[in-house]
């Protein structure tokens, strides 16, 4: 965990992927797919808002795995040992960092929200993580929409051969 990181967010992969309607019904179809939909998801949340995102997957069912760590989309993704579920890995990793740093969990498991508050970290809901994400999504696109304004403003002022000129520059990257 990098030092310079001001706070962490734990997101209980399965837990959320069952809470939002959109990303069980894709379970339903591929459980993978409604991972990565997760992940990127929450790829955009991390880099709007500066919090790192850790996503923990339970693979506590599958025999012989073992702990694996990855980063997809910039977002650090666990997938938990055999016999460990998500909850023991986030209570494990937060009890190392929980006083040093802001953590929150993201989980609607109520004993384990219970157990992050004891640890020092702060407990968010699947349904407060998905209010979150949109009010960050609607924030992007406004972004985007005043840059695509200054870039549209800024093009009509140009000549056709400073845009010819320009277009050729862009091609021949």
């Known amino acids: 965990m990098g030092s310079k990181t001001k706070e962490y967010l734990f997101v209980d992969g399965y837990n959320i992927i069952n809470a939002w309607s959109e990303l069980k019904e894709s379970s339903t179809i591929s459980l993978e797919s409604a991972r990565n939909q997760l992940i990127e998801v929450m790829a955009e949340y991390q880099s709007y808002t500066g919090i790192k995102v ?24 666990v997938y938990t040992k055999e016999r460990e579920t998500a909850d023991s890995y986030i209570e494990k990793t937060l009890h190392s960092i929980g006083r ?13 929200q219970q157990i992050v508050l004891g640890r020092g970290g702060t407990r968010i809901s699947a349904r407060e993580l998905k209010e979150e994400v949109r009010i960050a999504k609607k924030a992007i696109e406004k972004k985007a ?22 277009e050729k520059m862009r091609r021949n990257k």
């Open 54 to 77: 850790i996503i923990v997957f339970d693979a506590h069912l599958v025999k012989g795995s073992s702990e694996k760590k990855e980063i997809q989309y910039g977002v650090e993704v």
């Open 100 to 112: 040093k740093k802001r953590v929150r969990v993201a989980t609607s498991d109520w004993a384990e």
């Open 145 to 166: 929409e005043k840059i695509k304004e200054v870039n549209d403003s800024l093009m009509g002022r140009l000549d056709a051969t400073t845009l010819e000129k320009l």
